[in-house]
């Protein structure tokens, strides 16, 4: 195993100790450390994919991302929350990147991709309440870039004024979700 993921775990162990109740701070530590965890653990899972240790196992991508087209809308299935911008570490944005290219890819699959002169992005991100921004959820702190610029030049010309317009709603559940919709918008 990865001697940082190793690191880290003790790490998250030493903040929540079982034999005594943490303190708040140290709880803030802790979340802090697991995201450092799940970008670590991300990188243990692409090296895997990426030099042959996962064998026959399917693609973490091909397990969270669907996509599919029906009347005019496509619509990208991430079986994860959109990370907000301070989660976004490098192996967060590449594993969002080959989420949102598998779902595309999947949706490919069905039939061809539609090129909107004008798209309308609609983005729907479903979290768990727990996170640190339990009291107020920002949608503007969310990671929406990156799905608008891995869209571009597939679904629309660019993402400017005259090719795009997006909307952003957030919701609390039990699982969290993203589920991105491209259709035609006049």
Known sequence: MNIDLIKTLRAIEKKIRLDNVPS?????????????????????????????????????????????????????????PLPSLKE?????????????????????REQMLPQFEKAFVWIKIVTPRGTNN????????????????????????DDNLEHMAFGVVGEWGEEGVTIIRILSFA
Do not use: M
């Not at 803030?28 to 196992?57: C, M, P, W």
């Open 24 to 80: 708040l701070d140290e709880l803030h530590k802790a979340y802090s450390l697991t995201i450092k965890l799940r970008s670590q653990l991300l990188g243990v899972i692409y090296d895997a994919e990426t030099f042959g240790a996962a064998g026959n196992t399917p693609k973490l991508a091909d397990i969270l991302s669907e996509g599919n087209i029906g009347n005019e809308i496509v619509t990208l299935t991430i079986n994860e």
């Open 88 to 108: 976004l570490t490098s192996a967060v944005q590449e594993h969002w990147l080959e989420l949102i290219h598998t779902a595309i890819s999947k949706a490919a």
């Open 134 to 157: 339990a009291r107020l959820w920002d949608t503007s702190n969310r990671a929406v870039n990156l799905i608008l610029n891995n869209l571009k030049g597939i679904f629309f010309e």
